[in-house]
């Protein structure tokens, strides 16, 4: 477990340039008519506010918000958001909107018996009780290739293996285990290749038509195109039960290297972070990071978008919900914005797959720069949004 000494810091504070980004302008939009499509917009009775603060409410220097936050509420009424790093932590509170974090980890990466686990971020969870868990981790397995002898150049992506894994909570989230494979193209990354190969992140999981479904983004080509492919499980607490959709049914089991096929590649450009369930528009909504050029546009816009589908597979064209900078150094130096999430406080859903209300939260994590340089500092935001 990660220690619970407080790690004393300098406490930074919003810089002119952070204020003005986060503090979006509303675009003015008319009220919802019947049978029209939802929109999201910024709510003009709420800025964004710090949900955690690195500076100065972390218990580990390695408690960084480094994933799209996730919540659920457990057997003791109590609500466990999960917004993470490799270290996996977690924040407890009344709602979604009262937290503070735990101190110490829920699934280590350090501390795991297998020097050949890669580093796993826990990006999807979903309790059918309040008591089980179930989790999909996200396996970064770069360094297991590297040691492995792998050679590669070509930036980045160079030697970078990623695979999906389940894990699983008795304990109501305070603990996870690592379970089984869920996606996986390959144990070795092959020689010759430049750029990421695997399956890397996932939308939250949800409840959909009897069964279970996520949208997990898949880039292994020539096998596998790129793309957010939609997988569907009866029972989340059994790794082994996830199918992809192949384009005819739930048929290709990701965990053999079995393509799928991606879903609405026009319209979801770039990997989901959310799924939120509408039953007043009958809609899903789909948040993620893109740049996009829309109507009134000069150039593409970087920001948060969001597409709509009745069935998760047909999606519409990206509308966007607030412009910002996604990529460090892209627009300014000193702050980016990534891993945006949907969550409504008002949901009835124990995992908060739904929004019930008219006013969900977009969470997302702020990550600042020193002199265009990556750090540790990650803070994690709430924007109140007006969903009409």
């Known amino acids: 477990m990660a220690s619970s000494r407080r790690v004393r810091r300098t406490s930074l504070t919003i810089g002119p340039a952070l204020t ?27 800025n964004p506010h710090p949900v955690y603060v690195w500076a100065t409410q972390s218990c580990d220097a390695e408690a960084i918000p480094d994933a799209p936050a996730r ?23 009344t709602s979604p909107a009262d937290l503070k974090p735990r101190c110490g980890t829920i699934f280590s990466s350090k501390k795991a018996s297998d020097p050949d686990l890669g580093k796993v971020w826990i990006e999807a969870v979903y309790s059918p009780d309040g008591r089980r868990v179930a989790a999909i981790g996200s396996r970064d397995m770069t360094e297991v290739m590297k040691r492995r002898g792998c050679r590669a150049t070509g930036g980045q992506g160079a030697c970078w293996l990623n695979d999906l894994v389940s894990l699983g909570s008795s304990d109501m989230g305070d603990t996870f285990s690592l379970g089984e494979t869920v996606a996986s193209f390959g144990s ?14 996932t939308s939250n999981i949800v409840a959909w038509e009897g069964t279970h479904v ?22 989340p607490m059994d790794g082994r039960s996830w199918r992809a959709w192949n384009g005819r ?7 053999l290297g079995e ?13 989901v972070r959310s799924l939120s369930w509408s039953a007043r528009h009958k809609q899903w909504i789909a948040v993620y990071s893109s740049r996009q050029k829309l109507a009134g546009d000069r150039e593409p816009v970087p920001g948060f978008y969001y597409s709509l589908s009745p069935d998760l597979r047909s999606w519409s064209t990206p509308q966007r919900i607030m412009a910002a900078p996604t990529r460090p150094r892209e627009q300014q130096s000193e702050f980016f914005v990534a891993y945006p999430s949907l969550i409504d ?16 939260l977009l969470f997302y994590t702020v990550h600042r ?6 750090t540790l500092n990650r803070d994690l935001y709430a924007q109140p949004l007006d969903l009409r």
């Open 188 to 201: 070795t990354y092959p020689e010759g290749e430049k750029g990421r190969l695997g399956a890397f992140t």
């Open 249 to 255: 049914d739930f048929g290709a089991d990701l965990a």
């Open 71 to 93: 919540a659920f509420r457990r057997a003791d009424d109590q609500v466990a958001l999960i917004a993470t790093h490799y270290e996996n932590w977690s924040l407890l509170g």
């Open 214 to 235: 996520m949208l997990a983004w898949v880039e292994a080509p020539p096998r596998q195109a790129r793309g957010n492919c939609l997988l569907s499980s009866r029972d």
């Open 259 to 271: 393509p799928c096929e991606p879903v609405s590649l026009g319209f979801l450009p770039n990997e």
């Open 369 to 374: 720069l020193r002199n265009g340089s990556g």
């Open 345 to 360: 406080p008002e949901s009835r859903s124990r995992n908060f797959d739904t929004v019930d209300g008219s006013s969900p």
């Open 20 to 46: 003005a980004a986060l503090a979006v302008a509303m675009i003015q939009m008319p009220a919802l008519a019947a049978g029209q499509a939802p929109t999201l917009v910024i709510s003009p009775s709420g």
